[in-house]
């Protein structure tokens, strides 16, 4: 059973930065797409950003430019840097891996997420 542990999120001001970090346990970790998803207050969990195996990287279009997302496989992280800060990009945000049936995560798990709010 994989775990997922992230961490980084903090109180910023709007055009500032933060670097988001996930621990995975698990061997799956290395072979498996991971993803950063958010979760704004009223609105549903939307997919940020997703690496694959191979370091291939997709971005939604409202963070690209300004995010980066990026894994070591030897620490079973991934990390979300996020430049230029806005409002918008309040949210809890979340990491979880494909789960290799065109979805995300293992058996409906999430970790307990952390928490980014962009301040004026």
């Known amino acids: 059973q994989v775990q997922l542990v992230e961490s980084g999120g903090g109180l910023v001001q709007a055009g500032g930065s933060l670097r988001l970090a996930c621990v995975a346990s698990?061997?799956?970790?290395?072979?498996?797409?991971m993803g950063w998803f958010r979760q704004a207050p009223g609105k549903q969990r939307e997919l940020v950003a997703s690496?694959?195996?191979?370091?291939?990287?997709v971005y939604a279009d409202s963070v690209k430019g300004r995010f980066t997302i990026s894994r070591d496989n030897a620490r079973t992280t991934v990390y979300l840097q996020m430049n230029s800060l806005k409002l918008e990009d309040t949210a809890v945000y979340y990491c979880?891996?494909?789960?290799?049936?065109?979805?995300?995560?293992?058996?409906?798990?999430w970790g307990q997420g952390t928490q980014v709010t962009v301040s004026s």
């Open positions: 698990g061997s799956i970790f290395t072979s498996s797409t």
């Open positions: 979880n891996l494909a789960n290799g049936f065109g979805g995300w995560s293992i058996n409906g798990y």
């Open positions: 690496i694959t195996t191979g370091g291939g990287t």
